[in-house]
Nanobody
């Protein structure tokens, strides 16, 4: 059974950093696509980062980012713990952040099978 539990959200001033974590269970066998989404109030949920994982470990060369976070955010995974390091945060990064997982070796598209409960990130100017 796959279960994803996020932690690490909070409030920070613009220019600061936060690290989100997602404890993933049930994803240590075979290939998985792991991802982070975010949803700001009144807006659609957006996919911001993905990475391929095998046996609970990710391959950094497979990381992909939305233009809005490229160069500021880093996705990684170790021992089935998915992380999102967020640097140079901006007020427009304020949103609920969700980790997600999909079985299989492909990371294209935004259709994921499993979701965490979400964690709030608030960036003040």
């Amino acid at each position: 059974r796959v279960q994803l539990v996020e932690s690490g959200g909070g409030s920070v001033q613009a220019g600061g950093s936060l690290r989100l974590s997602c404890a993933a269970s049930g994803v240590t066998h075979d290939w998985w696509c792991m991802g982070w989404f975010r949803q700001a109030p009144g807006k659609e949920r957006d996919l911001i980062a993905t990475i391929k994982s095998y046996g609970g470990r990710s391959y950094s060369s497979t990381a992909s980012y939305a233009d809005s976070v490229e160069g500021r955010f880093t996705i990684s995974e170790d021992n089935a713990n998915l992380s999102l390091q967020m640097n140079s945060l901006k007020p427009e990064d304020t949103a609920a952040y969700y980790c997600a997982a999909r079985s299989g070796p492909l990371c294209g598209g935004e259709s994921f099978d499993y979701w965490g409960q979400g964690t709030q990130v608030t960036v003040s100017s």
